[in-house]
């Protein structure tokens, strides 16, 4: 069985930093997810995390630790076009599972 | 092709009827998902195809649904009998490898509404 806990809204403002928790619980940890979904639109990759520590892809990063089964997503120097959905999705023994997500809203 | 292709990008049907959905995914990708996601929630996982077979098929709420993918390539999700609660949005996402951990590309959904 698989169970992902994050906060199902936050609120930034923009130019901020903001991080996005997630824990997990999944049989068969082969790495994590994170994808963000824009209202009305499909998800998009955002990164992908193996091995513990902190991943940097431009002004978003990505944290893992395997053995607290929690990972966050750091958005840096926010934009209006940040507000989406965030999903955290652990792979497993099974196929991507995603829970309902996070919601952000940026604010000027 | 470039992305992951879904048509129609819209259906309405009436209750009781019968629709297909159709996905295809980017080429050499073998592996195939179907999720479906309602307003306010996360993708709901359907059914996993690895080339032509269904490795999960989990997912299905019931036996009014139906996937095929019979030459491991484009593949048709069938809903009998519609119901209501049937309108969503259904996802597809293609990835390639044999495992799990590669990224998982989307497609636009198509959006079924059931009157």
């Known amino acids: 069985g698989q169970n992902i806990d994050q906060p199902t809204e936050m609120t930034a403002t923009e130019g901020a930093i903001v991080q996005i928790n997630c824990t997990y619980q999944?049989?068969?940890?082969?790495?994590l997810f994170w994808y963000q979904q824009h209202a009305g639109e499909a998800p998009t990759f955002l990164s992908y995390?193996?091995?513990?520590g902190l991943e940097e892809k431009g002004r978003f990063s990505s944290f893992l630790s395997r053995s607290k089964g929690y990972s966050y997503l750091l958005l840096k120097e926010l934009q209006m076009k940040d507000s989406a959905s965030y999903l955290c999705v652990p792979s497993g023994n099974t196929p991507l599972v995603f829970g309902k997500g996070t919601r952000l809203s940026v604010i000027a | 092709g470039a992305g992951v292709s879904q048509t129609p990008s819209n259906k309405v049907t009436e209750k009781g009827k019968y629709v297909e959905l159709r996905c295809d995914p980017i080429?050499?990708?073998?592996?195939l998902y179907w999720y479906r996601q309602s307003l306010g929630q996360g993708p709901e996982f359907l059914i996993y195809f690895q080339g032509t077979g269904a490795a999960d098929d989990s997912g299905l709420p019931n036996d009014r649904f139906f996937a095929v993918r019979p030459e491991g390539s484009v593949s048709t999700l069938k809903i009998q009998r519609t119901e209501r609660g049937d309108s969503a949005v259904y996802l597809c996402?293609?990835?390639?490898?044999?495992?799990?951990?590669?990224?998982?590309?989307f497609g636009q959904g198509t959006r079924l509404t059931v009157v």
């Open positions: 080429s050499g990708h073998t592996a």
């Open positions: 999944t049989s068969g940890f082969n790495g």
């Open positions: 996402a293609s990835s390639k490898g044999q495992g799990v951990m590669t990224e998982a590309f």
């Open positions: 995390n193996v091995l513990d």
